[in-house]
């Protein structure tokens, strides 16, 4: 009994020696790019800034692989282990902020000041995420290719129509210079699909779900605008247009660099070894989405930081997010890995997205154009439902029945799970 | 008996602990416990409680009905036609989706046939998890004669004394140490539509005669693609244990029908094949439980598609608990699947069970 009062008293003494000598309080910060070398270094410094800057908070990370990083933590968060502050995909926030396994960001209003829309994650009327930044798609083309076919040149404020677009694919078909027109990365299967092509549906009028409410994708997915865009999605294959969904996913890499593909669908990610690896780079314009009745949009949100709900430190989470929400560290992720910085001042900083950069069209792509996937927990399964769909069309199903069946399954998953809470 | 077992064989049932508590852990226990939640609308990740459902589940899964569509006609009461002859009949969706029929709701088309002038036309609540039952039967279908057939032949060949023929052994038994993902991807390449090294070949073979397949992309070849990659990958697995039980034949009996005269064929029918009784019954076992469970070359190379003409039921499995997170659905599906492949086996067990 002596012996083990003894080692208590030896434990809590240890532990309050320790507790003094860093008086930090620890927050572990779980995070996606794991395998990237640069990414993890430009994290690293952040971090160690921060720990360096003030006394109350110790940030460590972990990273994961991208691919399993979301089953990680649906798993940690069954088991009961989530870290203080995790990193969550824009889209697939609503769906962690609704099962409860993120809580609201209490950061401060001037923090986010000046921020592109897309970067602040806002669930329930809070907000729970904010990205350091975006990411936007082009049409990737080469001015040289637009002169020799007399296409004219689109622009922000005057995007090709749906009749100029098809017309472009027209002719670059009838030159017979390439394999294919069109090449829109359906060998990229998974998350790539709704983020690319369903700005296309809204072009043209539809939507995944109805955004008023989410109860529903009635009407949304398969009424006559999404008749009118499943028609034309399976005119592009049909036709001849495009390479279908067992395209190589080599050429998806490297098909427009050379000359395969005539367009290109591509996000600003590959933009910079695109134009590193083409024969003339000042040749390689990236032009903005078609519209097709009803505005030109892209997708937007990437990866952002949120507070888990087993956090007991909100606080310091939203002092480390503030903290790497400083400009000079949006230009370095910039600088490092090529994703648009969330800020104009942090996008005057770098190398590619500054006025007269050779990327700044997508800063600009992003700012006007840019449109949230829906902002549902259930968007996580319409996703899915919505990528089978697109391929089945694209392999000559019906486009009706097929539609159908998409909204059947979207608005049956909607019921199995009460609304989502909206 | 029984107290046999348990009186005098104290060390045996220590050694089989080990095993015993992981079989029962990782096995039956989720076996049961699938088994309650495809009662139940569990999800992967939400916040509301979970409800039992009975057996809604399995129907959601199951629910079959026969439509008759009578041909469109004209004011005339002609039937119509539309240009190549064919006769128009009214789309299922105006039968599906409308208020006049509630007990259709939320079902799909999975396949027709035509009786006279009407249509007869088969829906299903879930066309996907039907088109994977199928095409998994089909599967199991191909996949049994020819990974044991072939097998079989690869055995015979290497049970052989020839100088180097480990390394023929070593090179067929190779694709079995393989990550079956790495081969996937590496069949991927070689199915390519494009480049692809099958095409190649093949042109090559044909003095360019033959026109590039798009062996994964088209509905016709995606199936078989996968059985025949597949029936490649695990041929020699099963080759090793044909060799095993080819070495428990006895010498002397192959002598005996070298004295009486036997040709090869008689040999093989009369002294081999009685011989490798046993060793094939567990081959055509494994080999059906095996291919019930065809997952990765699916998820690599074609994600079920096109058309869903490479959808599995594990596949479908999978693809609903974790990526559409619906756990309930998911588990009802491996219920099925394990109440197919348990009755599968008892026939077979049946069937080729000792007569004497």
């Known amino acids: 009994m002596q012996r083990t009062k003894l080692t208590l008293g030896a434990l809590v003494a240890s532990t309050a020696l320790a507790g003094m000598a860093s008086a930090q309080t620890e927050l572990t910060l779980w995070y996606h790019g794991a395998g990237n070398e640069v990414e993890s270094n430009i994290l690293g410094g952040i971090i160690e800034d921060f720990n360096g800057a003030q006394e109350d908070w110790q940030v460590t990370v972990e990273s994961f692989p991208q691919e399993s990083y979301n089953d990680s933590v649906v798993a940690s968060a069954l088991a009961g282990n989530l870290p203080c502050i995790l990193d969550v995909d824009g889209p697939v926030m609503p769906n962690w902020a609704w099962a409860g396994y993120l809580q609201p960001l209490p950061i401060s209003q001037e923090a986010i000041d000046g921020h592109l829309d897309a970067t602040i994650g806002r669930w329930d009327g809070e907000i729970y995420s904010v990205g350091l930044w975006d990411a936007a798609v082009a049409l990737y083309a080469r001015q040289s290719t637009l002169d020799e076919l007399g296409l004219r040149t689109p622009s922000l404020e005057e995007p090709w129509t749906k009749e100029e677009f098809m017309g472009a694919l027209e002719a670059a078909k009838a030159s017979g210079n390439y394999d294919f027109a069109l090449d829109l990365g359906t060998a990229w299967t998974g998350e790539w699909y709704p983020y690319a092509f369903s700005p296309f549906l809204q072009s043209f009028g539809g939507d995944i779900v109805d955004r008023d409410g989410y109860q529903t994708a009635e009407g949304a997915l398969n009424g006559e605008a999404a008749m009118e865009f499943g028609a034309w999605w399976q005119s592009l294959f049909a036709e001849g247009y495009a390479p279908g969904t067992s395209q190589d996913p080599a050429d998806r890499d490297s098909g427009f660099i050379e000359g395969k593909y005539a367009f290109s669908w591509n996000g600003n990610w590959a933009a910079a070894n695109t134009l590193a690896s083409v024969e003339n780079a000042d040749d390689v314009v990236f032009l903005p989405a078609p519209d097709f009745g009803n505005g030109s949009t892209i997708g937007a949100a990437s990866w952002q930081f949120g507070v888990s709900s087993a956090c007991e430190h909100p606080e310091g989470a939203a002092a480390f997010v503030e903290h790497a929400l400083q400009d000079e560290y949006l230009a370095a992720f910039s600088d490092g890995i090529g994703l648009i910085p969330a800020t104009k001042e942090a996008a005057q900083m770098t190398e590619s997205y500054a006025e007269g950069g050779p990327l700044a069209v997508f800063f600009d792509l992003s700012a006007e154009q840019a449109l949230v996937r829906p902002v549902s927990p259930g968007y996580v399964v319409a996703a899915k439902v919505f990528e089978k769909a697109l391929s089945d069309i694209a392999n000559g199903a019906d486009v009706a029945d097929t539609l159908d069946a998409a909204v059947d399954e979207i608005d049956d998953d909607i019921e199995a799970n009460q609304g989502y809470g909206h | ?356």
């Open chain 2, 1 to 356: 008996m029984s107290s046999k077992l348990t009186r005098s064989n104290r060390a045996g049932w220590l050694f089989a602990l080990p095993g015993f508590s992981l079989l029962f852990l990782f096995i039956i226990v989720p076996f049961f416990f699938a088994f309650w939640l495809s009662l139940t609308n569990q999800r992967l990740v939400s916040p509301n409680p979970t409800e039992f459902v009975g057996l809604k589940n399995y129907a959601d899964l199951l629910s079959v009905s026969v439509l008759t569509l009578e041909p469109e006609r004209d004011e005339a009461g002609e039937i119509r036609r539309d240009d190549d002859g064919a006769i128009a009949y009214p789309r299922v969706r105006s039968i599906t989706r409308s208020d006049e029929f509630p007990q259709y709701r939320g079902m799909r088309e999975w396949f027709r046939w035509h009786w006279g002038d009407k249509a007869k036309v088969v829906i299903a609540s879930d066309v996907v998890f039907m088109k994977a039952l199928v095409n998994t039967l089909t599967f199991a279908l191909f996949i049994v004669p020819l990974q044991g057939g072939g097998a079989l032949l690869l055995a015979l060949l290497i049970n052989q004394k020839l100088r180097g023929i480990n390394a023929f052994r070593t090179i067929y038994f190779m694709p079995v140490v393989i990550s079956i993902v790495v081969i996937s991807l590496l069949w991927r390449f070689i199915y390519s539509g494009n480049e692809g090294l099958l095409n190649n070949i093949l042109e090559a073979l044909t003095f360019g005669a033959f026109t590039p397949v798009d062996w994964l992309g088209s509905t016709d070849t995606a199936l078989g693609s996968i059985i025949a990659m597949s029936a490649w990958q695990a041929v020699g697995f099963h080759m090793v244990i044909w060799l095993a039980g080819l070495q428990t034949i006895s010498p002397t009996l192959y002598e005996a029908a070298a004295i009486e005269g036997a040709s090869k064929w008689q040999t093989f029918r009369y002294v081999t094949w009685p011989g490798l009784r046993n060793t094939a019954v567990l081959v055509l076992i494994v080999i059906t439980m095996q291919s019930f469970a065809v997952f990765a070359q699916i998820d690599v190379m074609t994600n079920g598609g096109p058309l869903d003409s490479t959808q599995t039921l594990v596949f479908q499995t999978v693809e609903r608990g974790y990526g559409k997170q619906d756990i309930s659905g998911g588990a009802t599906i491996s219920v099925i699947l394990f109440l197919m492949v348990l009755m599968i086996s008892a026939v077979q067990a049946f069937l080729t069970r000792e007569r004497n």
